[in-house]
């Protein structure tokens, strides 16, 4: 294929390269560099899952990854080469990001594009627009439910206007993040309706069973996603005249992986979501696309080939396209996302770090930190390609996800934890703070999840009154916030918690929303009240500003570059988290006193860290102790210790 081939291609591979651009000589000998690159990783990760057919499919898909190059835009390809020069593109200590519905955050895709200033104020560099692909009518689970890949939802725009606003906005240095939702379609998607209406081809889609023998084998072990409003996992359908894996609701059909038809389908609409200049595709309840009898069917092996296969496609096709994983899944299963044993660096480039964000709620609840750095701390090491989207809060609830081992070596309760802390952010414990929602109560198990804005739930909602409880909600929430900006992560922000927004009172009043208060916190971002952010007096600009703050310092310090992992150091006093990161360019230890009152760190950490002139690089102040070697944090104080000799430069 090239003048220097490395590795001897199936001769099925090299024919689809040719096939695929028959007049493009240039385009076959970039493919064909790229198919030499990743080919191992798409074979091997095929074989593993589809034994014996690897190279006939791995053929098609590389075909289908040429065709897609063909037509690449020219900018986008300059992305590519941008992108390959510059890997560590997501881990740089610049980056922040933003979620929001675009018709909440601004209407339609054209004023999306309109609200580039607001993000930049913020330092927003990624923007995850949540699903705007065409869902079903009605309820449709905040467009979860996609009828149709290829189809932009009317209101917000065409493909025209989203390939306007990917390239608008990427010339301001933003990365526009959309959703792939792998794990199911809707009802009416032409698949599932085609299924409907007999061809086999499209029944092999799905995972339909005629009567309940294996429904209820699976249910034995299966978990329910929304026990309130749609209890079980399998659906009745009429015209399959069979029972429909249906995970989430009866309306969204689980696809079957295990059918490498369906794997192909997907493969090509990678292709054609990258090729409108997508940057990150949100890879939508991945945890959940492998079934295995006698399990939770969540985080099964065979999840992470499959990324592997289509993350091979679109390094061949579209390398600027990365991968976030959406795995809201217990901390023990949430590294393979990023990459481990022959995985890494193959599958995900991004995944939640929803361990994190349990424990910062927690930590606040509690005022102790002792789970938090038994549960951190045991986390497996993340790649040094990997990097974690840190977060407060997103568009879901807070699913309490505490193992129960580790809550056992903090010599807590785990079920009894998770319970209270439900209780705790609906308001329902005596002297909470938390104003939030109780969602998803399932009495057979106990289990109880929790919806409201980071607002709310800090206590910083408009039914509490009076001064000295807003400064306390305001030091929480700055202090969560600055563990989310200051563990080396990609921070994202959910819309309307730069503003302290509070949850929307009339979340039920639109139709298809009365029963999911998810939309409690998923409010129409006020501009009127962002148009006050820039007045230090209110709650939205003092909660704007620092946000703001965040990023620029962040952005100003190497050391939180994502490739160096936070490590929790022991022996400190339960109310202050503290974690230290080491970078090449330079130490940096992150202290966090979730308590209300002063709490010592001793200075000797920062000597252990090699540091000679300890900064606190968010408050600007050289650090110091006296004769009891103790530095004394005040009430929620959130610094970032960077090590600044004079003679540094
Ligand atoms: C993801 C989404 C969530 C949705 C579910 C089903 O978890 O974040 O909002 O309900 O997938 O698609």
Redesign the pocket.
């Known amino acids: 294929m090239t003048s220097m081939t490395l590795l001897t291609l199936p001769a099925a591979v090299e024919a689809a390269i040719v096939a695929a651009l028959p007049d493009a000589p240039d385009d076959r000998r970039t493919i064909g560099l790229r198919v030499e690159r990743w080919w191992p990783d798409l074979r091997s990760a095929l074989e593993a899952i589809y034994p014996g057919r690897a190279d006939e499919l791995g053929a098609r898909l590389v075909g289908l990854a040429a065709t897609a190059y063909g037509v690449r835009p020219e900018d986008l390809r300059d992305l590519d080469q941008r992108r390959l020069l510059e890997p560590d593109w997501l881990q740089r200590p610049e980056m922040v990001g933003y979620a929001c519905y675009a018709e909440r955050f601004a209407g339609d895709l054209s004023a999306v594009a309109g609200k580039a200033d607001y993000l930049a104020e913020l330092g927003v560099r990624y923007l995850h627009l949540m699903p705007l692909l065409l869902p079903r009518d009605g309820d449709n689970?905040?467009g979860?439910a996609v009828a149709d890949y290829r189809t932009i939802r009317p209101d917000l725009g065409t493909t025209d206007d989203l390939r306007n606003l990917t390239s608008s906005l990427q010339a301001q240095g933003i990365s526009v993040v959309l959703d792939l939702?792998l794990n199911h379609v809707a009802k009416e998607h032409e698949w599932a309706r085609r299924a409907q209406a007999g061809e086999q081809r499209y029944l092999d889609y799905f995972r339909i069973f005629p009567d309940r023998t294996e429904p209820d084998a699976f249910e034995a072990t299966l978990p329910e996603v929304f026990p309130d409003f749609a209890p079980g996992n399998f659906t009745w359908d009429h015209d399959v005249r069979g029972w429909v894996w249906t995970t989430?609701n009866e309306w969204?059909w689980d696809v079957d992986w295990a059918n490498p038809e369906v794997l192909v389908e997907y493969a090509d609409i990678i292709c054609f979501l990258a090729n409108l200049g997508v940057e990150v595709l949100r890879l939508?309840?991945i945890a959940f696309t492998w079934k295995r009898l006698g399990t939770n069917c969540q985080n099964q092996p065979e999840v992470h080939e499959l990324t592997q296969v289509l993350r091979a496609v679109a390094r061949i096709a579209c390398p600027a396209t990365v991968f976030k994983a959406?795995a809201?899944v217990g901390p023990r299963d949430l590294v393979p996302y990023l990459g481990t044993g022959r995985h890494v660096g193959r599958v995900s480039d991004l995944a939640y770090h929803n361990s994190l964000m349990v424990q910062a709620w927690s930590m606040l609840a509690t005022g102790d930190a002792r789970l938090a750095k038994q549960a951190l701390g045991a986390l497996p090491e993340s790649p040094p390609g990997g990097t974690w989207i840190t977060y407060l809060r997103c568009?879901?609830d807070i699913g309490w996800a505490i193992d129960d081992g580790d809550a056992a070596d903090a010599g807590v309760n785990g079920f009894e934890h998770r319970r209270y802390l439900a209780d705790w952010f609906a308001g329902d414990f005596p002297g909470s703070w938390g104003r939030g929602l109780v969602f998803q109560f399932n009495p057979e198990t106990g289990d109880k999840r929790t919806s409201g804005t980071a607002a709310s739930l800090v206590g910083l909602d408009p039914t509490i009154a009076g001064a000295p409880a807003r400064e306390e909600g305001l030091a929480r929430l700055f202090l969560a916030h600055a563990l989310v900006y200051g563990w080396g992560g990609l921070p994202v922000i959910w819309s309307g918690d730069e503003l302290a927004m509070p949850d929307d009172p009339a979340w039920a009043a639109e139709p298809g929303h009365e029963e999911d208060n998810r939309w409690a916190h998923r409010p129409r971002l006020d501009w009127t009240l962002a148009a006050t952010r820039d007045d230090l007096t209110t709650i939205a600009g003092k909660v704007f500003s620092s946000l703001a703050h965040l990023a620029r310092v962040r952005a100003a310090l190497p050391e939180l570059h994502a490739s160096a992992v936070a490590h929790v150091i022991p022996g400190v006093d339960d109310g202050v988290l503290a974690v230290v990161k080491r970078h090449p360019s330079g130490p940096l230890i992150g202290l966090y006193n979730v308590t209300d009152g002063w709490r010592p760190f001793p200075s000797e950490h920062f000597t252990a860290a090699g540091m000679t002139a300890p900064v606190n690089a968010l408050g600007g102040h050289m650090v110091t102790w006296g004769a009891d070697g103790q530095v004394w944090l005040g009430p929620y104080a959130a610094w970032w210790v960077v090590d600044r000799p004079a003679n540094d430069t």
Do not use: N
């Open positions: 689970d905040g979860y939702v989430f969204q939508d309840a959406e809201i568009h879901d």
